[in-house]
């Protein structure tokens, strides 16, 4: 027979009953479990998002990193044939950059005549309308590229299961999750240029009392003050429409509120500290990771423009894969937490 103690009562749940040793007594006592901890805490933020990171990495890092990685050679071979047409070699040849790079070269100081300046100005000007086309290109394949890899994330992580233990038991149809990141393409970008335009109409409005002030010759000190008060209240404004709309393009990208304007509005209502920390926090981890990568330039100066410009793309690379990878798992995590708290309110 078990000695004399408190055991769980085998007809009541969560209560201790005493045993004497040989039968059960009327001694009850309830089970007082320990404290349990806030599952939307910083810490749950940071653990989910951590453990979502690997997900991604794992199902679908590779994917992220070969589209991000033609992006980088086809700008890469844009930049080649700029520098390496005639115009380019020109341009090369008046601002000694060939000298300045290699083992040998180092810092020097440039001094061109006028008539070296004004066919400076002319081959920058020429080269610059004659790859326009390129340019142009470049930046429409980056844009595609970042919201695809963007929603491919957001897809691929709110399929997480909220209540699964090891996320790593999660499996993930790759080329399935890449149409439909692919078909939230269109939405994503709508809700870019949503948040564009009102940041741009938001900045305009406070740019008014400085053209009044201006126009109406209001003296230099109103126009001074005018202009720092301005800054703050932009700093101030821009950094509140920044948190209140920044989970629009993640929302976008997961599909079943629009564009996610309007959800995000709802969602970080009441919430503005705690979102902002967790997307600062996100923003300098994914730019810590690929700080030390930056001290590669040091050798890459020293082998030559055309291997320097090939790490100038690599690091930047690495960099959108860093920030595509770090940044989509918090947002999903936290829209999934804000959510919750929305549903089932706290307190």
Known sequence: MPPPGWY?????AWTWRWWDGGRWTDLRSPQVTGPVGNPYSFSAWFQQSFELF???????????LLAWCAVAVFGWLVTMLVFTSS?????????????????????TTIVLTDAEADRLADLAGDILWGSLPWMFAFALLISLVWMWTT??????????????????????????????????????????????GVTLAVMVALLIPLIIAVAADAGGGVIALTAVFGFIAGVAVMSWLWVRLSLSIVLAAIGGHGIGVRRSWELTNG????VAGRLIIAALIAGAVTTPLNFVNIFGFAMGFVVYLA?????????????????????????????????????
């Open 271 to 274: 919430h503005f500290w705690g």
């Open 151 to 196: 929603a491919l994330s957001a897809i691929v992580g709110c399929r997480r299961d909220a209540a699964a233990a090891d996320v790593s038991t999660i499996t993930v149809d790759r080329s399935e999750a890449a149409g439909a990141a692919i078909r939230r393409v269109p939405a994503v970008f709508g809700a870019l240029l949503v948040v564009a």
């Open 87 to 107: 115009k380019g070699r020109e341009v090369r040849s008046l601002l000694e950059i060939d000298e300045t790079f290699g083992p040998n070269g180092g810092s």
């Open 311 to 347: 790490l100038i793309f690599l690091l930047q690379t690495l960099a959108n894969v860093a920030s595509v990878l770090i940044s989509a798992p918090a947002q999903v995590v936290l829209i999934r937490h804000l959510t919750d708290r929305l549903a089932t309110p706290l307190g």
């Open 8 to 12: 769980p009562d085998p007809e009541q």
């Open 54 to 64: 690997k997900l991604l990495v794992r199902r679908v890092g590779l994917i992220i």
